[in-house]
């Protein structure tokens, strides 16, 4: 039996967070059977294994779908006053709404879900600069965590890879991010400044350094990065530091010539490491690193943009599949566009989905 979460405690909508993805064509018969003219659909994210489904919508609901081959059936629906972001590793692809007649406030909610180490977590952030932590529990879902931290809409909250820890990223138009963590029984939590006019995107690394997979003296995981993206039009890589006890810049990346809307560090564990950026002036730079197996982090001072994708419309998502080596775009033009790199280096189109 479906259960409504009536009161989410929220005072105003809901951003963001379900996981990885296949049967795309199985969103898009959801996405089309939901739609009309009042609701418009925001966002969609298969969980780990790929059985559940969550949209999220602008009549401050989220659905979730129990996927059986291929059938669907709507099995919750969590309503009240915003959207949610259930908790996990970045999906790689996502679906994004139309331009808003603002361009610079759109209506963008988003969802992401959890590793199944931690069970069956949620994370909800909102306009009202709030974040709440959900778990189910006895096939009910209960608020075990509430975060007021910021003053302004938190954008975006991204969990870390499992082998990190049971952490949380949030990104609020305050310029600051606060980094949630769950230990030992408790919460806790880092929140700093990091982009003077509002922070838009996160995105985690890989737990293990790059390299390290080829390595011959591998590095542990669990090492703790991010790159954030922000209104001042930088891209930023940030570390863990263990003698300050807080998250440090390493470096910030310039470029782009309007707000960076979206970021996404590839999941690969190979020498060379990508960062993807999308921004609102119509492009995407993908961001290079490259490591040598003698020091797989020697590098990370020195990443560089390889490659400029140039769109017709402003650029809203950007999110690489599960191997990292397929890049997945979608922008305000209703157009999803997937693009791999060649043997000469050169980022081809490889399909580009329309409505």
Known sequence: MAQVITNSGHDDMIVRSFQPAK??????????????ETVSQHDAVLDYYGRRLATCSSDKTIKIFEIEGETHKLSETL????????????PPVTFTPPSSPNPKHPNSFRLNQAHPKYGNILASSSYDGKVLIWREQNAQWQKVADFALHSASVNIVSWSPHESGCLLACASSDGRVSVLEFHEGTWEHKIFQAHGLGVNAVSWAPAAAPGSLVSSKPEAGGRRRFVTGGSDNL??????????????????????TDWVRDVAWAPTLLQKSYIASASQDKTVRIWTSSSSSSDPTAAEASWTCSTVLS???VVWRVSWSLSGNVLAVSGGDNKVSLWKENLRGDWDCVKTIEE
């Open 79 to 90: 309503r009240g006053r915003s959207l949610v972001r259930l908790m996990g590793p970045p």
């Open 235 to 256: 891209v930023k890589i940030w570390d863990w530091s263990p003698d300050q006890k807080t998250y440090t810049p390493m470096l910030s990346l310039s470029g782009h």
């Open 311 to 313: 769109f017709e419309a």
């Open 23 to 36: 049967r795309i064509h199985i969103v898009v018969d959801i996405f089309q059977a939901e739609a009309n």
